[in-house]
């Protein structure tokens, strides 16, 4: 596989923390804000970020109960999840950029009443 595969997910926290398991990055949208998320080595890692925005966020917590309940209760908020399926040795960056590139092609989002207004807080 030497592309990105992407697919619409429901929203579905099981079926989210399945696909991370796999390996693969799950991409949570609210209106125009998007949140990556992968588990690597034991913890998951989040990265947000505002297309057009010369950066984002990022916050990494412990694969325990207390945030595996909170990661898949991102599925109840979002009002869009994908799954990006990508070789393990892709720059992660590359990853997002090509896949937000390619949801924002596919789904603009900007019809607002069609786009809930969620902001994703990540604290500790």
């Keep these: ?3 990105i595969n992407l697919e619409i997910l429901p929203k579905d926290g099981k079926r989210m923390l ?3 398991e796999n390996g693969n990055m799950v991409i949570a949208r609210s209106k125009n804000e998007f949140l990556y998320i992968l588990e690597y080595e034991r ?7 505002m ?3 010369p950066g984002g966020g990022q916050k990494t917590f412990p694969k325990d109960e207390k945030h595996t309940v909170t990661v898949s209760k991102i599925a109840d908020i979002a009002d869009s999840l994908y799954m990006a399926e990508f070789k393990k040795e892709a720059n992660i960056f590359g990853v997002m950029f090509t896949a937000e590139e390619a ?4 789904f603009p989002g900007d019809d607002p009443d069609s786009d809930g207004i969620v902001d994703f807080g990540l604290v500790e």
């Design 1 to 3: 596989m030497s592309e």
């Design 103 to 106: 949801i924002l092609s596919m």
């Design 43 to 49: 913890q998951f890692q989040l990265f947000r970020h």
């Design 18 to 20: 399945k696909e991370l």
């Design 51 to 53: 297309p057009g925005a």
